[in-house]
């Protein structure tokens, strides 16, 4: 599974051996470029990366920028926020660009892909990816009182302690859909 907490700046690459328990830290990718701010991705262009729980939907090994991962942005969280037009065709990618995707430069991306393409092979079918704006403490969000995002973080609270208490994703259906 993936990991990224934005102001961390990097990709958490977490991985378990077949119906093992609990998920251990494999390795951590930095950022090679951020865009966009604290707060989830609501309208195609705003150049926001998104927060939530999703899942890799694509592996496309002749992207622009030499490999990438998509993830199933907009999904059925998002959607639900009724934005009409919340964009799309966010990646892991390689290089140094982006307008809301996570370039890990392309040495990262060629390690991180080929990960990705052993787990599918072995019967993984599902690659979560998990999006937190920082770590989702009572502490940071009270740095953040102000935030018209409150509320979109609270919801996303409960699978980020999940995992981080159990090192494994929550049943993401329920704690996917958040407020505004």
């Not at 998990?130 to 969000?141: D, Q, R, V």
């Not at 980020?160 to 859909?177: D, K, R, S, T």
Request: net charge neutral; glycine share 10%; hydrophobic share 40%.
């Amino acid at each position: 599974m993936f990991r990224l907490i934005k102001t961390n700046q990097e990709l958490e690459v977490w991985a378990r051996n077949q119906g093992a328990g609990a998920f251990l830290l494999l390795d951590r990718y930095p950022l090679a470029a951020t865009s966009g701010r604290l707060g989830p991705k609501r309208r195609a262009g705003d150049r926001q990366v998104p927060e939530g729980f999703y899942e890799i939907d694509r592996f496309n090994p002749h992207s622009e920028y030499l490999l990438s991962l998509g993830l199933n942005y907009p999904n059925a969280a998002d959607r639900s926020l009724g934005e009409p037009n919340p964009g799309g065709d966010i990646f892991i990618h390689g290089g140094a660009v982006t307008v809301g995707c996570l370039p890990i430069t392309d040495a990262g991306i060629e390690e991180v892909y080929l990960l990705a393409v052993a787990a599918r092979a072995a019967g993984q079918a599902v690659i979560p990816v998990h999006i937190f704006p920082f770590p989702l403490t009572e502490a940071e969000l009270a740095r953040r009182s102000a935030s018209p995002h409150q509320s979109f973080w609270r919801g996303l609270m409960p699978g980020y302690a999940y995992f981080e208490h159990h090192h494994q994703p929550a049943g993401l259906a329920p704690l996917a859909v958040a407020g505004k």
